[in-house]
C-alpha cells in the first residue's frame, strides 16, 4: 500500500533532512515544511511550503489530505519557556489539531529521552517509565506525549512517539549508549509508518548500542530492530575522556549533559554538543 | 512551627473558598488571590488580592517571602485549548517560576483525576500509573504536574499535586467511589502544608468511600486519612439511577462524564455536574 | 432501582439458603433453582423450579426475562472430573450461553478459592494471580472464570465471580484468615449485584480477619468493606489446635485441605470440614 | 539419553505431520495416533494407531510405557462448546489422567495464543499473563493449561504448553509479527523434550521475528531461540494489504480474526487463514 | 497450645524487659538471657541466664528443648565493624545453628528498619524491597535476615523477622511515621509466635500510623493489626520542630538519622535519639 | 584513560589466573595478591604480593593509591561459616575499608550466583531479585553485595558485583545454561572497569548461552554482550547425562548442586563439579 500524501515538519533541521529522501519515496506526495525560505533541490514528488509551527492558520492548510504527519519540527535546544511555547507546545497542538480536523490517519512525532531525563541511568526504564522531564524542551515532549494519547483515547487519531536519545556524533561516553544513527532512524520512521496499526505508542530511538540503557520491549510489535552498534567508538571515545565526576547528574541519568543544565539556558553551547535534531 | 506567608490561588473559587479559614489558620498572613474585585470579609491575617494568573507581572509580586503557595486557581471546566492556555498552563509556569525566583519552600496544587481520566476504573490505579487525560483540563493537570517534578529534580521547589477525584455534591453513583469531603479536603491540605519534607508528590483527593477506586498506597508517608464516607448516600443514589450503558466510557472510566465529553466542549452543562473545583 | 427479575441457582445449598431472602428483597421477582423438589416456604417474590444445571433446556426457560442470575449451583466437594463435568463444568456454560441468549445483564458466580489454591500463603495473592486450582473442583472455577472473562470481551455479558476463601464455621486456624461470615456475604452478593457497571470482576470472599491472606485492592470498585472478624475466635482455635507440620502443602498454600487432598477424592469426610457451600 | 517411547496425537494434523519424523528420531518407539484410518507411510520406529481423544478407553493403553506424550490433536477451528467439548476439553483430561496412571513423565502440549487472545497487542504480555481467552476454542486451551499446572502441582507430571501464534503461511500483516516457521516449530518441540527438568512450563510458538509481539523471556531457561524471521515477507504482504480498520479487535488484539470472530462460528472460512494446526 | 519452652535474648535490653512478661506467660519456661549478672525479679516460670551471645559454647546449653527463640539481643547502636562483629553477625549465627542442632522450631529475630534504611520514605517499601542498609547496624540486620532464608530454605528452620522502625517515644517528625507503641510490640511477637506455620518471613514493627512510609500487606497472613497512632503526638511535635533541610537523607530515608550517621559512629548521642531497642 | 593502579585479588586462583594479563595491559601497574608465595612469570606492569584477606593489616597498604580493586579472593567451596567468616566476610569488609581509606574509586567484586541460588530457574530472577543464598558461601556474597550496597549510599565507593553462575567446563545439564566462558569473563571484567560510572551494580556472570535462566537487563547500561554459547555442548552433554529426578532441588534451583548440599559441606567432591573460581 503506497501512501498519497505525506507531511514532514521541520524538513530544513538535522534530522528532518535527511528523512526526506526516503519519505518521498514512500508516497505520491510529500509536504515538506520548515521555517526557512528554501530546503534546495526537491525529491521526487515533494513540494516545501514554509510555515510557522506556532501558527495554526498556517499549519492547517499543509494537512488536507495527508496521510500522516511526521512532526520533527521544534527548537531543539534548552531555551526559557517562553521562547519554546510557541514552537514545541502550541506547535504540537496545532499539527495534533489539524490533523484531527482534516482526518489525517497517525502523527509521527519526534519526541525525546528528555521526556524522562532525570530517571536514572542505573533504572533501566521502559517506555512506560513516568515523565521526569529534565528542561523546558523536555517538558514540551511530555506535553505532546500526553497531548497525542488523548486524541487517541477521544479521537481515534493514532500517534508514535520516537523518544529519540541522542543522534549525534559519538564523541562522549554517554553516545556510546545513546546513539542513533542515521540508517536506524529511518528504520525507526519507517516500522512508525507501515505498521498497520498503532494506537498511542511510545519507543526509543536508539541503535543497537552494547551499553543501550533503555527498554523498548514494549514496543515489540512495532517491529524495530536497530542495526548500528556505537561500540565501534568505545575504544577511542574512552581514552580520550578523563575520569568522570561519579555524583554528577549528567552521568547518572538518562538525560545526560541536560540533565545537569539550568532550566531555561542554552545546553548546546556549554557542553559541546549537538543533541538530538534542528529545524534552522 | 507555625508558618510566616501562605499565599492561595483561586480563592474565590468553590474549593479555595473553603481553605481560606483553615489556611488563615496556619499562618501569620495569608494572600488571597483571583479574577474577581472582592472575595467578602477577611479572616484574621488574610490579604485580598486581584491577579491574573496567566500574567506573571501580576502573579510575582504576591509570592514575595512566601513559604509556600497553594495553587487552586484554574478554569474548572474542558474548554478550548485557546481559553486555558493561559490560566491553567502558562498560570502554571508563572507560579513555580515566581515561587522559585523568591525561594519559595513549596507549592501545593490542586490536580485533578483527569489527568489519568482514561484509565479504566477497574485498573486500581496508583499516584504514579502513567497519564492518561480525558480532556484539555486534564492535559494542563498532566502538565503541571510534569513541571512540578522537573522544578523538584533541577531547583529543589518541592510540591504536593492532589489529584482530587469530585469535590461536588454526592447526586450519581459515580459519586459514590470519587467524593471528597470538604474535611477530608481541609485535612489533606494540611498534610500537605505540614508534612516536613515532600520532594515531589502526587496523592489522590478522595474521601474514604468504600468504592474509592484509586491507590493512595505510595503516598502513605503524606499520612493523608480521610474520615467521610459517600456510602451513606448510596441507597438514594442508586435507587435513582436508572440501568446503565456497561460500555460507555462515562461509566467504565475514571474520568467519569470527561471521559465521554467532546474535547473542548463543556463538560458541566450536558452533565449536570459540576465537578471539582471553581475560580469564580 | 429495584431489578425485575433475578435467578438463583443452588438455592436449596448451605449458601444459597442464606441468599434467598435478600434477593427476594431486592427485585420483583426471585427464580430459585436447585436439584431438590422443593426448598420449603417461599419469600415473597420468591418462585421454586426444579433444574439440573447440566441440562441446557431445563436451564434455558428460567432465564427468560432476567437481570441477573446469581449462580451458586455446582457440586461443592472434590470428585473425579466425570461426576463434575456435568453440573460444574457444563453447566456454568450453559448458565452463560442461556444468559446470553435471553440478554441477561451479568452473572454473580460463586467461584472459589480453590482456582488459586496452590499458590502458597506467604504470597499474598491479588485477584489477577495466574490461576493455580488445587483439585478438579477449583478447576471448574478456573473453567468459569475464564468463561466469564470471554463472554465479557466477545458478548457484552457482565459477571463477578466471588472467590469464596470458606464459609464454614471457624474451627481451625486456616480459618482465622479465610473465614466469609454470613452478614459479610450478603454484603458481597449485594455490591455485586448494585455496582452499577462491572465489566469482568474478580473479588476473594472473606470477612475482615486479622489473618486475611489475599488482596482485594483491585477490586476496591465494587465497594466490599467486610465487618466480620474471625480473630474473636482465635484463642480457642490455636489453644485447641496442636503443632501443625510446616511443610504440608495443607498449611503453606491457600487450598488449605485442597491443596493436599488426591485429585478427585472427596474433601470433606476427610478433613472434617465443609467447605464453601452446598446444593443439595 | 535417548527416549524409549513417544506418543504424539494429531498425528495426521497439519503440525503433527511435520513432527512424525524428528519425533521418530528421538526415540525408538514413537506412537502415532489420529482420527483417520491411515496416515500413510511410517518412519523408522514409528506405529500408528487409530483413536478418539474424546474417549479413556481408547487412549489410555497407548500411553504405557511413554517417557512423554506430545499432545497436538484437537479440532483446530472455532466451533460450538458441544462440539469441542470432546476433543478439546475431555480429550485433555483423557491424555493427563491416563498419563498419570501409566507413570508418563511429561506432557507436551500444542496451546494456543487465543487462551490469551483478547489482551492488545500494544500490551507486550508474558508467559505469565492471565488467561483472556477469544473463542470456545481459546477457552479449552486455558482449560487444558490450568490442567497441566494441577498434575504437576498434585501429582508431579511435567508439561510445557506451547502457545502457538499462527503457524500458517505468511500472507498478512498480523503474520509478520505472530509466525511460526516449521523449523521453529520443531526447536520448539525439541526444546520442550529435551531439557531435563520444566515443572509446568509455557511458552510462546513464534519465530524470531522483527514484529514478535510476545514475551518469552521468563520461558529463558527453556533454551528456545528461533531462527527465522517472517520480516522477509513484509514488503510484499505491507504492498498487498490495504489500510486497516485502526478499532478493530482484529487488529488490536493478539487472537486476531479470532478477537473479532463470532463465538461458536468457523474462523476459518470467513477470514480466510488456516489458523495453526490441523487434526484431519 | 501452649508452649513448653522460649529462650529470651536481650532480655535486660529495653525492648527484651518488657516482652519478658508476656513471654513468660505463653510458655511452661522462659529462659532469659543477657549480658547482665542479674535482671531483677522474675516471672513466674521464668529463670534467667547470662551469657555472651558472641560465645557459642555459652549459648548452645541454653536453647536444649526450647520451642522458639526470641532474638532481641544485639548492640543497639551503630558502631565499627569490628565491634559488631561478635554480638550482632556471630551471635545470629549462633543461634540460628544450635537452634537447628537442637531441633528448635522458629526463631523471632528483632531485624530493623536498618536493613533498608537508605531508601527513600516517598518509595513505599514493602517487606520485598532489597537491602540497602544505612549502618553497619543495619548490615547485620541485612546479615541475619540473609541467615534465616537459607536456614528455612535448606533445614526448614522458621523465622520471623520484625524490621523495627523505631521503639522510642515520639519526639521528632519522623516517629510520627515510625514508630512502634509497646502494645503493638507485643502484639507482633505474639503473632509471630502464634502463627501455626510461618516458614521465612518478614515484617515491619510498626504501629497504626497515619504517616506510616512502609508496606505489611505482604505479610498480611501473620495477622498483625497495629492499634495505636503517634498522631497523637503529631500536633506538639511539628509545632516544636523548626524547617528541615529537604535535601537531607536523614530527612528523606526511611533509616532517619542512621541515614545520615557516619559509618561506624555512634548515632545514639549526637542524635539525641534511642533507636530501636537496647541490651545493656 | 589508561588506568594507574589496579588490585587484583585471588590472582592465584582459576578465575584469577585468567585474569592477570588483560588487567595488566589496562593499567600501569598491576598488584597481584593471593596465599600463595609465588605465582610465576609476572606481566608487564605486575607485581606480586602475598597477603591475607582476613588481616586489614596486610591488605590496606596494597590498595594505597589504586584507582580500583578487582576482588576475586575467597574460599571458593561450601565450607563451615568458621572457615569462612576470615577471608569471605571479614576479607571483603577489609577490601571495602582499605579501598575508602585510600580513597579507590571502585571495587570489582566476584560474587555468585549462590547469593540468589535458592530461586527456582523457572522464576527468570533479574538482578534485583531479593537475596536467597543456598550455602554459607552464597551468604558471603550476599553479605558483600549489601556492603558495596552501603558504601556506595553513604561513602561514594563505587562497586560491580559479578554474580558468576558457573565459569567450569560444559559437563552437566545445568552448565548449558549457566556457563560463562573466559572470554567472556574477561569482556564482563573489562566493562566493569570501564564503564565511566556505575554506582553500584550487580550483573550475572553469564555467557549468551540458548538456555540462560537469569536476567541481566537491568545491568544493561554496563553494555555486557556475551559472545559464546554453550548450546555446542548440548548434544553431547545431554546424550550422556541420564533422567533427573524432577523434584530435586538442586535440578529446579539456580544454584544446582549447591542448592541441594548440606550446609558446611563441601560442594566439590560430591559433585564432581569446580564451581566458580578457586584461590589457591
Redesign the interface.
Known amino acids: 500500500?503506497?501512501l498519497k500524501k505525506l507531511v514532514l515538519t521541520g524538513a530544513a533541521g538535522r534530522l528532518g533532512s535527511y528523512l526526506r529522501e526516503p519519505l518521498a519515496a514512500m508516497c505520491d506526495e510529500l509536504v515538506s515544511t520548515d521555517l526557512v525560505d528554501d530546503i534546495g533541490t526537491l525529491y521526487a514528488g515533494e513540494r516545501y511550503a514554509k510555515a510557522d509551527l506556532a501558527s495554526y492558520d498556517q499549519i492547517f492548510p499543509l494537512l488536507e489530505g495527508a496521510d500522516m504527519v511526521i512532526h520533527f519540527g521544534a527548537i531543539v535546544d534548552e531555551k526559557p519557556?517562553e521562547e519554546l511555547?510557541g514552537p514545541n507546545?502550541?506547535g504540537s497542538?496545532n499539527i495534533w489539531?489539524a490533523a484531527h480536523q482534516h482526518g489525517v490517519?497517525r502523527v509521527v512525532y519526534a519526541s525525546s529521552i528528555h521526556a524522562v531525563g532525570?530517571h536514572?541511568?542505573?533504572?533501566?526504564i521502559g517506555i512506560?517509565a513516568?515523565?521526569?522531564?529534565?528542561?523546558?524542551y523536555?517538558?514540551a515532549k511530555?506535553?505532546t506525549?500526553?497531548?497525542g494519547?488523548?486524541?487517541w483515547?477521544?479521537?481515534?487519531l493514532?500517534s508514535v512517539h520516537l523518544r529519540i536519545l541522542s543522534a549525534a556524533q559519538v564523541n562522549n561516553?554517554r553516545a556510546?549508549?545513546s546513539w542513533l544513527s542515521y540508517d536506524d532512524l529511518i528504520q525507526l520512521v519507517t516500522r512508525a509508518i507501515?505498521?498497520?496499526?498503532?494506537?498511542f505508542?511510545v519507543i526509543y530511538g536508539v541503535s543497537n548500542?552494547?551499553?543501550?540503557?533503555?527498554?523498548n520491549?514494549?514496543?515489540?510489535?512495532?517491529?524495530?530492530?536497530p542495526k548500528d552498534n556505537a561500540?565501534e567508538f568505545?575504544e577511542k571515545v574512552?581514552?580520550?575522556?578523563?575520569?568522570?565526576d561519579?555524583?554528577?547528574p549528567g552521568?547518572?541519568c538518562h538525560g545526560g549533559p541536560f540533565a545537569k543544565v539550568?532550566?531555561g539556558q542554552s545546553g548546546l553551547a556549554q557542553m559541546n554538543v549537538v543533541d538530538d535534531k534542528k529545524t534552522t
Chains 1, 2, 3, 4, 5, 6 share one sequence.
Open positions: 500500500m503506497k519557556f511555547l507546545f502550541i497542538y489539531e490517519r532525570m536514572k541511568k542505573a533504572d533501566f512506560d513516568p515523565h521526569k522531564p529534565d528542561t523546558f523536555g517538558l511530555c506535553f506525549e500526553d497531548l494519547s488523548m486524541y483515547d477521544k479521537r481515534q493514532e561516553s556510546l549508549g507501515d505498521t498497520p496499526s498503532v494506537g505508542a548500542n552494547d551499553r543501550c540503557p533503555v527498554d520491549a514494549k514496543a515489540s510489535f512495532l517491529g524495530y530492530r561500540e568505545a574512552l581514552a580520550e575522556e578523563g575520569p568522570v561519579i555524583t554528577d552521568q547518572m539550568d532550566l
